[in-house]
């Protein structure tokens, strides 16, 4: 299986929408991803949620965040359907 895995540059969020925790990982907040998709944010908590696009179980500087790695095997798996 030689699957090609697109990266989303950080650079098509707007800088309140990426969060870093101490150790450096890169999350994405809810705004983010649905810009991203183009979709709802109800749209993002129903349907993306049903399809296996969750966020984290804990906050981060106040936000429940997605991890940028998730969000961009969601957003390859997307491209598939």
Same mark, same amino acid.
């Given at each position: 299986m030689n699957a *090609?895995?697109?990266k989303?540059? +950080?650079?098509? %969020?707007?800088?309140?929408? /990426?969060?870093r925790d101490r150790v450096g990982n890169? %999350? /994405?907040t809810r705004e983010g991803v649905a810009a *991203? %998709?183009?979709? !709802? +944010?109800?749209? +993002? !908590?129903t349907t993306a949620k049903k399809r296996g696009l969750l966020p984290l179980a804990r906050y981060i500087k106040g936000v429940k965040p997605y991890v940028l790695e998730d969000v961009e095997e969601y957003y390859n798996r997307r491209s598939k359907w």
């Open positions: *090609v895995y697109k989303i540059p +950080l650079t098509c %969020f707007r800088p309140n929408e /990426i969060v890169i %999350f /994405i *991203v %998709f183009g979709i !709802s +944010l109800v749209a +993002l !908590s």
